[in-house]
Nanobody, 120 residues
Framework: VQLQASGGGLAQVGDSLRLSCVAS???????????MGWYRQPPGKERELIAG???????TYLDSVKGRFTISRDNSKKTVYLRMNNLKPEDTAVYYC????????????WGQGTQVTVSS
């Protein structure tokens, strides 16, 4: 499976961005059965899970993005989305998606992320 995130860019404080991440090389049923998450890695820091959506549609968010970010998925397109509103400078990071297991372990190899830079 290959993962390709897109939609990042340079934003101002308070702006919105919509990220997309497409999984390719997998069959349809593999994607729809996986829990999918958005991760981010700020400069000099570890990568962390910020939003997750299970195969059944249950959604969780890291507290720092709750109320501002919305995760969704389209299984027919093997795509997961992240709508980011009211962006803050601390949202600056490289954003990635991946599937994750119940234990939190990522399932697939990391793909190319997309850079989000928020300037004040």
């Amino acid at each position: 499976v290959q993962l390709q995130a897109s939609g990042g860019g340079l934003a101002q404080v308070g702006d919105s961005l919509r990220l997309s991440c497409v999984a390719s090389g997998s069959i349809f049923s593999v994607f729809r059965g996986e829990n999918m998450g958005w991760y981010r890695q700020p400069p000099g820091k570890e990568r962390e899970l910020i939003a997750g959506i299970t195969s059944g549609g249950d959604i969780t968010y890291l507290d720092s993005v709750k109320g501002r970010f919305t995760i969704s998925r389209d299984n027919s397109k093997k795509t997961v989305y992240l709508r980011m509103n009211n962006l803050k400078p601390e949202d600056t990071a490289v954003y990635y998606c991946n599937a994750y297991s119940r234990s939190g372990t990522t399932v697939w190899s990391w793909g190319q992320g997309t850079q989000v830079t928020v300037s004040s």
